[in-house]
């Protein structure tokens, strides 16, 4: 059975910091592309950073230079450093596990959520 379980979420002040983990369980961690999603009340879930099984890193415009994404294989965690948070960085933050090769086809899991909330 495959776990995703995210922590770290609250409530902070602006220009604060969080950390959020997600640890996985059921999965091949390593091979798995890692993602950071989050959602807006009224907004489409939109990619934050995500990190492929080779440590290449994509991240959101809205959020470089604030959000670090890193990834420890020995522990199947990934995590997400948030600095200078915004007050419109407030959402639900999902962690996502994918992988996909033309042999075995696609898997994609995601986390319950955990919610970060900016105050100004």
């Known amino acids: 059975q495959v776990q995703l379980v995210e922590s770290g979420g609250g409530l902070v002040q602006a220009g604060g910091s969080l950390r959020l983990s997600c640890a996985a369980s059921?999965?091949?961690?390593?091979?798995?592309?890692m993602g950071w999603y989050r959602q807006a009340p009224g907004k489409q879930r939109e990619l934050v950073a995500e990190?492929?099984?080779?440590?290449?890193?994509n991240y959101a415009d809205s959020v470089k230079g604030r959000f670090t994404i890193s990834r420890d294989n020995a522990k199947s965690t990934v995590y997400l450093q948030m600095n200078s948070l915004k007050p419109e960085d407030t959402a639900v933050y999902y962690c996502n596990a994918f992988y996909g090769d033309i042999v075995t086809g696609e898997s994609d899991y995601w986390g319950q959520g955990t919610q970060v909330t900016v105050s100004s």
């Open positions: 059921g999965i091949i961690f390593s091979i798995n592309t």
């Open positions: 990190i492929g099984s080779g440590g290449s890193i």
